[in-house]
Structure formats: structure tokens, C-alpha cells
């Protein structure tokens, strides 16, 4: 899940529980996890860009 | 007798300043009792806490029958050691038997705690004194103590600002002369945050090292419960008297030696003596200390800076070699921070935020259910980050003895600020109130946070000292407490301030 898609959904899901302040709070975390998923120590499937062929 | 308008006790007139060091060679030499300390804490409890708001539960009967308690045992030959009729404050998040644990929320309404909790347990073991159950950011969920069931706890130094939180109540308590020393907890800085905010001593020992058992929990792989003290020396006395004795000078490489308490003092304290001794202070010449730049000193505000950097030099003056250190991955530190106790606190809390959501203050509920949305792939994530950042600041104290930065990277906030300007910058209180503590919770290093010099408006300032074991970090401290706490303040800079 992106983390965009993440947002519109917590925030449709935190209107819908009658709480709309959540939304800042939301947004914050967001970045926050945006931030985190950018970290150097998540690992990607496809493996390190050194592990590729020089040819692919 | 009359001072400044206050009633004392006499031979209590400096209960805001006495050190538990002082009161046990005081109480041995038969120059005071236990039940006049008691009764002179009381008494400031009585006279300050409407200002104040350090305590949501006195349990003044109780004390003073514990305090004459102590006084027979002694008379009677029987000593437990340093915490022998010492009167310590409990944080209202820690189980004392036959009291409710508030955690500051209605949430809690009914509850009474059926034992005492195992830190509680080791200062009655001890001999202390408990005063009573002090104010918090409900369920330590905040770095200010201003969301509280029970009103917020305001800064002795000035009553408009906070005195931190989440142990708010408890370092105003200890700041106030309300009691020696205080228990608190700690999961993202909130023993450090309010000893800094209040100009004591606050220790954070390794994780696990102390049972969080009977503790109201936020995040267990992040709390820890510690001492806040006027002194380093007094917040290794309780910190030994919770762990129930020394570790073996022989595996910790401690040097230890017989603390002086004066004539009176017998050689053996007896079966329960443990934590009777105090490490020696090591040679401050013989330090090599590290500051960890970039991220930890790029947002302070300019006294916070200054009170540092003269500490630094004061450190370099007396002989330490300070070098300067990176944690690679500082700028994470948040985000990782943010994810592990976001996820835990709403595991805690995910039930009665169902069934009693507005018996939480409205932010403190806000903030507990984001947590709810944290993803289980980014909890995950901080997971491994959690690894990475032990490993960076394992290898930033490989070659120092302790890690050198500011508690707080601004003085104490207004009670009702939101944010912070910091030069030209704009931050959220709480972000700058974790930005230099949360670290060590998600490491799990030992931090603690001693008294630098105040502002030029006389708030406190604080700088903290990270090392590698408890036991390693308090010699350390010991010996650099007088270079970092600097030439006294006048005092009528004190605490007391309207």
C-alpha cells in the first residue's frame, strides 16, 4: 500500500468515525512513514543496484 | 520559625536542597529524624502543591507512620542503607498497594492497585518514605505534563511553563523540596525531559535492567523506570537500591569503594545494605567523551547552546578529550521512534478506546488512536531501524566512555505553547521536547540528564551522558558532574518562582 493510498484511507476512515482532527495528525504521520520507507536499510526485491547485471 | 514567610522545621530549612547523601549522614549523626524530614516535605507539599500541581495523591498518614518506623528501626540498630527514612515521590503510573494508579486519566476511575509494584517493593525494602502519587501526562503519552485528568503540573521556576513531562509532577516534586528524590518512567524521554526541565538529575538505565512490572505500560519495548534526584550520587542510590545491590566490581569493572557517610555510620549496613556503596568517580582526565553533531546540536536554542558548549570546554579544561561522533541514520530517529510506540501504545489501549473514548483527554486520544493506523510492514520497518540505530550508537561508545549532547534543546515551554521557534525555525513542543532523548529509548542505552546552568531568563539548563551499561555510565557521571553543573547559581535564581 503507498502511503498516499494509505492517507486517503485513514482519513476517510477517521471521518467516518466522527473524528476529522485526526486528519493533521494523519498527515504528520504520513511523513513520518514516507521518511521511513525511504530509509537506506529497506531491503528491495530486485536486489541492490550492484547485484544487477551491468547489461540489464 | 518563620522564613520567607514559610513555616520550617527547625534544623529543615533547606528541604529544597538537601541530597539524600546529606540526610543520611544528618539522620546518623542524630542531627535530624526521619519523621522531620518527612514532616518538612509535607509541609512543603501542603504549602505549594495548589501552585505547583506535583501531586494527585498525599499520602501524608501513611508517610508520617513510615517515618517514625524508620526512626525506631535506626534507634532500635537496625539501618537498610542509604534510603533509610528518605521521603521519595511515586510517579501516579506505578503501583503502590492500596492506591489507585491514576495514569492521570478517568480512564482509570475505580482502579486500586492490589500490590505493590517490584520498585516499590525495593524502596520499601530500602526503608523510603513514600509521600504520595505524583502528576503525569496521562498514561505518559506526552513531554509536558499538561494533558492530565488532574490539571497540569506547572515548572517551580516559573509556574506559566512546564516542567516537562511525562514525570512532570515527579521532577517538580524533587525541584520543590516536596521529597528527596522521585520515581519516574521513561519511554521516549520522560524522566530526562522533566529533570532537565526542572534543573535535577534524571536517570534512564539500561532497558530491562529495572522490572516495568505493576507499571502502567505506553510501549514495553520502550519503557523503563528510573530515578530523578538533585544529585548523581542520589539517583545512583535509588537506581541501586530498585536493583537490590551492585553488580560484582569484579565482571562490571567497576572500582567500588565504601561511600563516606561520617563517623556514625557503621561498616556494615546489614543484610539489606545492598547498594550501600557507590561507584568511585573515575579520573575526568582520563575520559574521552563523544558529541554526537549534526542532528543533535543543529536545533538549540542559544543559551541551551551556550550552557553546552561551556560545559565542554569545562570538561576539556579538567582534562577529558572530546571528540566528535555521527549516528549515520540521526534524521530517522524520529519516524522509527514514532512507529514502535504509536503501534504499542494502541495495542494497550485499542479496548477502551472502543469503549470509553472520552474519558481520555481529547489529545492524548488523538494521538493513541493514530496508532491505529499504523501499518504492520512500517511497524516492521522501525523494527529494523530500532537495529541499525543500536548498532551506530554501539560504535559511536566503542572507543568513548560516554556520549556527550543537551537533554533538551530548549528551556522549558509555556504551559499551552504548541510550538517553538528555535533561529529561524518553527517546531512542534513535542518534537523538540524527544528530539534528543527518544534515541536511547529505542536503543535501549542508559542515558542521564544532569542540571547545566540556567538561561539568562534563570530556567534550567541539562545536559545528558549516554553510555553503554548503568553501571559504567554512573562513574562517568559522577566524575563529570561538577565540570557539566558548573559554578552555582545565585539563589535567588532558585526554584519558587511565580
Given at each position: 500500500?503507498?502511503?498516499?493510498?494509505?492517507l486517503?484511507?485513514?482519513?476517510?476512515?477517521?471521518?467516518?468515525?466522527?473524528?476529522?482532527?485526526?486528519?493533521?495528525?494523519?498527515?504528520?504521520?504520513a511523513?513520518?512513514?514516507?521518511?521511513?520507507?525511504?530509509?537506506?536499510?529497506?531491503?528491495?526485491?530486485?536486489?541492490?543496484?550492484?547485484?544487477?547485471?551491468?547489461?540489464? | 520559625?518563620?522564613?520567607?514567610?514559610?513555616?520550617?522545621?527547625?534544623?529543615?530549612?533547606?528541604?529544597?536542597?538537601?541530597?539524600?547523601e546529606?540526610?543520611?549522614?544528618?539522620?546518623?549523626?542524630?542531627?535530624?529524624?526521619?519523621e522531620?524530614?518527612?514532616?518538612?516535605?509535607?509541609?512543603?507539599?501542603?504549602?505549594?502543591?495548589?501552585?505547583?500541581?506535583?501531586?494527585?495523591?498525599?499520602?501524608?498518614?501513611?508517610?508520617?507512620?513510615?517515618?517514625?518506623?524508620a526512626?525506631?528501626?535506626?534507634?532500635?540498630g537496625?539501618?537498610?542503607?542509604?534510603?533509610?527514612?528518605?521521603?521519595?515521590?511515586?510517579?501516579?503510573?506505578?503501583?503502590?498497594?492500596g492506591?489507585?494508579?491514576?495514569?492521570a486519566?478517568?480512564?482509570?476511575?475505580?482502579?486500586?492497585?492490589?500490590?505493590?509494584?517490584?520498585?516499590?517493593?525495593?524502596?520499601?525494602?530500602?526503608?523510603?518514605?513514600?509521600?504520595?502519587?505524583?502528576?503525569?501526562?496521562?498514561?505518559a503519552?506526552?513531554?509536558?505534563?499538561?494533558e492530565?485528568?488532574?490539571?497540569?503540573?506547572?515548572?517551580?521556576?516559573?509556574?506559566?511553563?512546564?516542567?516537562?513531562?511525562?514525570s512532570?509532577?515527579?521532577?517538580?516534586?524533587?525541584?520543590?523540596?516536596?521529597a528527596?528524590?522521585?520515581l519516574?518512567?521513561d519511554?521516549?524521554?520522560?524522566?530526562?525531559?522533566?529533570?532537565?526541565?526542572?534543573?535535577i538529575?534524571?536517570?534512564?538505565?539500561?532497558?530491562?535492567?529495572?522490572?516495568?512490572?505493576?507499571?502502567v505500560?505506553?510501549?514495553?519495548?520502550?519503557?523503563?523506570?528510573?530515578?530523578?534526584?538533585r544529585?548523581?550520587?542520589?539517583?545512583?542510590l535509588?537506581?541501586?537500591?530498585?536493583?537490590?545491590?551492585?553488580?560484582?566490581?569484579?565482571?562490571?569493572?567497576?572500582?567500588?569503594?565504601?561511600?563516606?557517610?561520617?563517623?556514625?555510620?557503621?561498616?556494615?549496613?546489614g543484610?539489606?545494605?545492598?547498594?550501600?556503596?557507590?561507584?568511585?568517580?573515575?579520573?575526568?582526565?582520563?575520559?574521552r567523551?563523544?558529541?554526537?553533531?549534526?542532528?543533535?546540536?543543529?536545533?538549540?536554542?542559544?543559551?541551551?547552546?551556550?550552557?553546552?558548549?561551556?560545559?565542554?570546554?569545562?570538561?576539556?579544561?579538567?582534562?577529558?578529550?572530546?571528540s566528535?561522533?555521527?549516528?549515520?541514520?540521526?534524521?530517522?530517529?524520529p519516524?522509527?521512534?514514532?512507529?514502535?510506540?504509536?503501534?504499542?501504545?494502541a495495542?494497550?489501549?485499542?479496548?477502551?478506546?472502543?469503549?470509553?473514548?472520552?474519558?481520555?483527554?481529547?489529545?492524548?486520544?488523538?494521538?493513541?488512536e493514530?496508532?491505529?493506523?499504523?501499518?504492520a510492514?512500517?511497524?516492521a520497518?522501525?523494527?529494523?531501524?530500532?537495529?541499525?540505530?543500536?548498532?551506530?550508537?554501539?560504535?559511536a561508545?566503542?572507543e568513548?566512555?560516554?556520549?556527550?549532547l543537551?537533554?533538551?534543546?530548549?528551556a522549558?515551554?509555556?504551559?499551552?505553547?504548541?510550538?517553538?521557534?528555535?533561529g529561524?525555525?518553527?517546531?512542534?513542543?513535542?518534537?523538540?521536547?524527544?528530539?534528543?532523548?527518544?534515541?536511547?529509548?529505542?536503543?535501549?542505552?542508559?542515558?542521564?540528564?544532569?542540571?547545566?546552568?540556567?538561561?539568562?531568563?534563570?530556567?534550567?539548563?541539562?545536559?545528558?551522558?549516554?553510555?553503554g551499561?548503568?553501571?559504567?555510565?554512573?562513574?562517568?557521571?559522577?566524575?563529570?558532574?561538577?565540570?557539566?553543573?558548573?559554578?552555582?547559581?545565585?539563589?535567588?535564581?532558585g526554584?519558587?518562582?511565580?
Amino acid at each position: 500500500m503507498t502511503v498516499d493510498s494509505w492517507l486517503q484511507a485513514a482519513i476517510a476512515d477517521a471521518e467516518r468515525r466522527g473524528l476529522p482532527e485526526l486528519k493533521p495528525l494523519l498527515e504528520a504521520l504520513a511523513r513520518a512513514t514516507t521518511l521511513l520507507r525511504s530509509a537506506d536499510w529497506n531491503e528491495d526485491a530486485a536486489g541492490r543496484p550492484e547485484d544487477r547485471p551491468l547489461h540489464g | 520559625m518563620q522564613r520567607g514567610g514559610r513555616k520550617t522545621v527547625p534544623c529543615m530549612d533547606n528541604i529544597d536542597t538537601l541530597t539524600i547523601e546529606e540526610f543520611g549522614r544528618r539522620l546518623r549523626a542524630r542531627d535530624l529524624t526521619a519523621e522531620q524530614a518527612t514532616d518538612a516535605c509535607l509541609r512543603r507539599i501542603e504549602e505549594d502543591n495548589p501552585r505547583l500541581n506535583a501531586f494527585i495523591l498525599v499520602m501524608a498518614d501513611s508517610a508520617r507512620q513510615q517515618a517514625r518506623q524508620a526512626d525506631r528501626e535506626l534507634a532500635a540498630g537496625r539501618d537498610r542503607g542509604p534510603l533509610h527514612g528518605v521521603p521519595i515521590s511515586i510517579k501516579d503510573l506505578i503501583d503502590v498497594a492500596g492506591t489507585p494508579t491514576t495514569a492521570a486519566s478517568r480512564v482509570r476511575e475505580g482502579h486500586a492497585a492490589a500490590h505493590d509494584a517490584p520498585v516499590i517493593v525495593a524502596l520499601r525494602d530500602a526503608g523510603a518514605v513514600i509521600v504520595g502519587k505524583t502528576n503525569l501526562h496521562e498514561f505518559a503519552f506526552g513531554t509536558t505534563n499538561e494533558e492530565s485528568a488532574f490539571g497540569p503540573a506547572r515548572n517551580p521556576y516559573d509556574v506559566s511553563r512546564s516542567p516537562g513531562g511525562s514525570s512532570g509532577g515527579s521532577a517538580a516534586s524533587v525541584a520543590a523540596g516536596m521529597a528527596l528524590a522521585t520515581l519516574g518512567t521513561d519511554t521516549g524521554g520522560s524522566i530526562r525531559i522533566p529533570a532537565a526541565a526542572c534543573g535535577i538529575v534524571g536517570l534512564k538505565p539500561r532497558h530491562g535492567e529495572l522490572s516495568t512490572d505493576g507499571i502502567v505500560p505506553l510501549s514495553r519495548r520502550l519503557d523503563h523506570v528510573g530515578p530523578l534526584a538533585r544529585t548523581v550520587a542520589d539517583a545512583a542510590l535509588v537506581y541501586y537500591a530498585l536493583r537490590g545491590g551492585i553488580s560484582n566490581p569484579a565482571t562490571s569493572g567497576s572500582h567500588v569503594v565504601a561511600h563516606s557517610w561520617g563517623p556514625h555510620v557503621p561498616s556494615s549496613w546489614g543484610p539489606s545494605s545492598a547498594g550501600s556503596k557507590l561507584p568511585a568517580p573515575v579520573p575526568v582526565s582520563s575520559l574521552r567523551l563523544a558529541v554526537p553533531r549534526g542532528y543533535f546540536c543543529e536545533l538549540l536554542e542559544d543559551d541551551v547552546r551556550a550552557r553546552f558548549d561551556e560545559a565542554i570546554d569545562r570538561l576539556r579544561a579538567a582534562g577529558a578529550r572530546i571528540s566528535d561522533v555521527n549516528i549515520r541514520h540521526a534524521h530517522l530517529i524520529p519516524a522509527t521512534y514514532l512507529h514502535l510506540v504509536l503501534a504499542d501504545a494502541a495495542t494497550y489501549h485499542g479496548a477502551t478506546l472502543e469503549r470509553m473514548p472520552e474519558r481520555y483527554t481529547p489529545a492524548v486520544r488523538l494521538r493513541l488512536e493514530m496508532g491505529r493506523y499504523v501499518l504492520a510492514e512500517d511497524f516492521a520497518r522501525a523494527l529494523e531501524g530500532r537495529e541499525i540505530l543500536r548498532r551506530e550508537v554501539d560504535s559511536a561508545l566503542a572507543e568513548h566512555a560516554a556520549l556527550l549532547l543537551p537533554s533538551l534543546p530548549i528551556a522549558a515551554p509555556l504551559i499551552g505553547a504548541a510550538s517553538v521557534q528555535v533561529g529561524n525555525v518553527t517546531e512542534p513542543v513535542r518534537n523538540l521536547m524527544l528530539r534528543l532523548t527518544q534515541l536511547f529509548n529505542v536503543t535501549g542505552h542508559p542515558a542521564i540528564a544532569l542540571p547545566a546552568g540556567r538561561t539568562r531568563t534563570g530556567l534550567p539548563c541539562s545536559v545528558q551522558l549516554v553510555g553503554g551499561e548503568t553501571d559504567e555510565l554512573l562513574p562517568v557521571a559522577l566524575a563529570c558532574e561538577p565540570q557539566i553543573t558548573g559554578p552555582a547559581p545565585p539563589r535567588s535564581g532558585g526554584p519558587g518562582g511565580g
